[in-house]
Structure formats: C-alpha cells, structure tokens
C-alpha cells in the first residue's frame, strides 16, 4: 500500500532552521520525481518545490527560493526539505507529493513564532 | 503564472442533491504534448488531500463515479451527482501545464444545507 510519512514539523522561531522528512513505501520511489506542497492556516493549497528522478533538476516557489532545499535519498526511499531562515509566512502544514499530485502524505505542521 | 479562478468559493448542498465547481484559467492548459493538465483535489477534514480527477475528466483509482470533471482550454468542472455526507470539504482546481509554479484555484468549500 502506497504511503507517504512527512515528520519533522513543530515549532520553530523566526530565523531559525528546520528540516523535514518523508518516508515513501508501496512503490518504486526511485521512478518518481516528487514534490512539497503547503497549507497555510485558512489559506489556500499552495506549490513549494520538486525534485526531478534522480535528484538533478529542483525547482522552488518564488516565495522560498534561497531558503528552502529539497533533496532525495533514493536508497533510503525519503525526501527531504531543508527550510532555513524561516519567517512567519512559512507556518504552515507540509505535504509529500507523489509526482504532480497524485498521491499526498498526511503533512506536517511547522509553526514559526517567536 | 498561470492564475486559477474558482467559482462558488461556498457551496451549500441538500444531500442527495447533485454539486457543481467552475474553474478558470488565465491561459489555455492544453500542454504542448496535446494533454491538458487540470487536476481536481479534495481536502477533507481529517483527511489527507487526495486527488480525484486528473487531466480534465479521468477519475483516480477509489473515487466514486458520482465525481466527474470536464472542460477544455480554459474552462473546467468538476461535478457530484449526488452529494453525500462524506463529501463535505474543500475542493481545489490545479494546473500542471505551465510549471513551475503549479497552481490552484482558491477553494470551494462545500457543506450540506
């Protein structure tokens, strides 16, 4: 059964770093690229960033960009988004994203306050 | 990029009552490639988002055939024949044509009257 396992959100201050973890089973993670996306309280679903299959080609929002860092270990079957110098407007729920879409985790909330 | 435009943003619905969500693109989703990448996402409370439709019409694996999506160019649908309890939620439009970045309409929200 295909999952998806985000971890790592919580409470972090402003400026400060955090990094989140997804952990991809029931299938073949290798064979997808896959992405990040974002809730934040009463807003909107919006994009964050992708990784290509292999990890060669990344792409982020605008509104994150220089920030954040997404990276995939293949042989651990997980993704990752490195978030630094984090501002209020990054609070939000995180979601692991199977290519465009096609199959989402259960998210983690990181929450940026001082 | 390309702005996705929703329409009701609130849907209240009788059950058993057939449901109805518009989106608009600022631009054709006909990708090159000849498909139109226009996805249609279900967030429900205490669920993980899911998607129910993509490329305009077909519907995921699981989703109930009372769900269905149309459209082309710039104009799409997505429609409940019957609205059941378990559909209670926010409904989101999203284009994959012209990314970076994807993006989504606003949110319908539905509930039952």
């Known amino acids: 059964q295909l999952q998806l396992v985000e971890s790592g959100g919580g409470l972090v201050k402003p400026g400060g770093s955090r990094r989140l973890s997804c952990a991809a089973s029931?299938?073949?993670?290798?064979?997808?690229?896959m992405n990040w996306f974002r809730q934040a309280p009463g807003k909107g679903l919006e994009w964050v960033s992708y990784?290509?299959?292999?990890?060669?080609?990344?792409h982020y929002a605008d509104s994150v960009r220089g920030r954040f860092t997404i990276s995939r270990d293949d042989a651990r079957n997980s993704l990752y988004l490195q978030m630094n110098s984090l501002r209020a407007e990054d609070t939000a729920v995180y979601y692991c994203?199977?290519?465009?879409?096609?199959?989402w985790g259960q998210g983690t909330l990181v929450s940026v306050s001082s | 990029d390309v702005v996705m435009t929703q329409s009701p943003l609130s849907l209240p619905v009788t059950l058993g009552q057939p449901a109805s969500i518009s989106c608009r693109s600022s631009q054709s989703l006909v990708h090159r490639d000849g498909n139109t990448y226009l996805n249609w996402i279900q967030l429900r409370p205490g669920h993980s988002p899911r998607r129910l439709i993509f490329k305009v019409s077909k519907r995921d694996s699981g989703v109930p055939d009372r769900f269905s999506g149309s459209g082309s160019g710039t104009d799409f649908t997505l429609k409940i024949s019957r609205v059941e309890a378990e559909d209670v939620g926010v409904y989101y439009c999203m284009q994959g044509t012209h990314w970076p970045p994807y993006t989504f309409g606003q949110g319908t929200k539905l509930e039952i009257k």
């Open positions: 994203v199977l290519a465009a879409a096609n199959y």
């Open positions: 029931g299938f073949t993670f290798s064979d997808y690229y």
């Open positions: 990784i290509s299959i292999g990890g060669a080609t990344v």
